[in-house]
């Protein structure tokens, strides 16, 4: 059964706009990663925010993590045509190891 | 250097044959997962290896589902008596113990 929700479900936008997804799980976690995932490919791995972290940047992409409300964010600033893919967040409980994958977020950038 | 690769990349199968999907991890990752991908949704973890060690299997959907991993590199997923239901993209990921997987391309499986 799928663990985290993101929404929104598409999100289309213009090239050099801002793009924020938004992720919502039900159990504690260990960590919470975001991957990408382009038609025709598989996942690759964006960032890994973990569980006493609140925030974190890597290049264009900033993430932030409210273990509280049970969510996080992913921003990507300065959006691509490339950027243009399937997101999904992942979350790695205490005691597990597998990774548990919400739905994911479809983005679509226009030039 | 490499990342995982699987193959075969698609797969046609009438439904009640059987399938072998191959994946090779990266070199030295100790840890190797099997995900299934239904369309539009997000992956769904079926089994993990620690080495050669199967530790959890506890997301294989029914008896007709096998993995294996004898020598702790390559793995095998198997599907016997394929239904149409099992029509996914399978997805291997490796792991060096840390927490982040690599993905390979995964594998089409198409059952008619």
């Known amino acids: 059964s799928q663990q985290g929700e993101e929404d929104p479900q598409a999100l289309s936008i213009q090239e050099g706009e801002n793009a924020t997804m938004n992720c919502s799980y039900k159990t504690s976690i260990n960590n919470l990663q975001w991957y990408r995932q382009n038609s025709g490919r598989g996942l690759v791995h964006l960032i890994l925010?973990?569980?006493?972290?609140r925030e974190k940047h890597s290049g264009r992409l900033r993430v932030t993590l409210d273990t509280s409300k049970k969510s996080s964010s992913l921003l990507i600033t300065a959006s691509r045509a490339a950027d243009t893919a399937s997101y999904f967040c992942?979350?790695?409980?205490?005691?597990?190891?597998?990774?548990?994958f919400g739905k994911g977020t479809s983005l679509l950038v226009t030039p | 250097g490499a990342g995982v690769s699987q193959s075969p990349r698609y797969k046609v199968a009438k439904r009640g044959q059987d399938v072998a999907l191959r994946c090779d991890p990266i070199?030295?990752?100790?840890?190797l997962f099997w995900y299934q991908q239904a369309l539009g949704q997000g992956p769904e973890f079926l089994t993990y290896f620690q080495n050669e060690a199967q530790l959890d299997k506890s997301g294989l959907p029914s008896d007709r589902f096998f993995a294996e991993r004898p020598e702790g590199s390559v793995s095998t997923l198997k599907i016997q008596r394929t239904q149409q239901e099992d029509s996914a993209v399978y997805l291997c990921?490796?792991?060096?113990?840390?927490?982040?997987?690599?993905f390979g391309p995964g594998t089409r499986l198409t059952v008619l």
């Open positions: 992942a979350t790695a409980s205490d005691s597990g190891y597998a990774l548990n």
């Open positions: 925010i973990r569980s006493n972290e």
């Open positions: 990921a490796s792991s060096a113990g840390s927490d982040t997987q690599y």
């Open positions: 070199s030295g990752h100790v840890s």
